[in-house]
C-alpha cells in the first residue's frame, strides 16, 4: 500500500510586528459549518512522479489561482491524522483573500440523490495570526506554524 502524500505552500507575511499565515477552508458540503480545526495550508495530493516544490506551487496556483516564486524555506514534513505525510515550504508574499479563485470538484450531492454538483476545492481563504491559526488549523498542521516561528 503506498502511502497518500500531499505538497503545500505555508504563505507568510509581517504587518507591523504581528506574524501572519495564509490558510484555506476547504470546500464542499461536508466542510460547510466547520470552521476551528478544518483550515489549511494550501496544499495536495502528488505522485513520485513530480517533484514535491513544484507539486506545492502547483497546487497553491490550482486552489487560491496566485502564482509564487518563492524563495522558498523547506519545513519538516509532517503526517496528519490519516497517515497522509504532507510536505510543505514557507514563502513570504501576501494577497488580498477576497481575489481568490480556487479549481472545483464534482460530487454526488445530495448523497444517493443520483445529482452531481460542483464545489469549489476552497471556498474562502484569510490570514491569521499564529495564535488565531493554531485555533482553526488541522491539528496535525500546527508544528509547520511553530517551525516557522522559530525561523522567520
Known sequence: MTTKQSAGILLYRRLTQILEVFLVHPGGPFWK?????????????????EPALDAAVREFREETG?????????????????????????????L???K???????LEWPRKSGKNQTFPE??????FSIPDA???IIP?????LEELEETV
Open 140 to 144: 496535525a498542521q500546527i508544528p509547520l
Open 122 to 127: 476552497v471556498d474562502k481563504g484569510g490570514w
Open 134 to 136: 493554531r485555533e482553526v
Open 96 to 98: 488580498d483573500p477576497a
Open 33 to 49: 459549518n466547520k470552521d476551528a480545526g478544518c483550515w489549511t495550508i494550501p496544499k495536495g495530493e502528488f505522485t513520485n512522479e
Open 66 to 94: 496566485f502564482t509564487l516564486n518563492g524563495p522558498f524555506q523547506p519545513l519538516s514534513p509532517i503526517r496528519q491524522k490519516g497517515g497522509k505525510r504532507v510536505y510543505a515550504w514557507a514563502t513570504p508574499g501576501d
Open 100 to 106: 481568490i479563485v480556487s479549481n472545483t470538484f464534482e
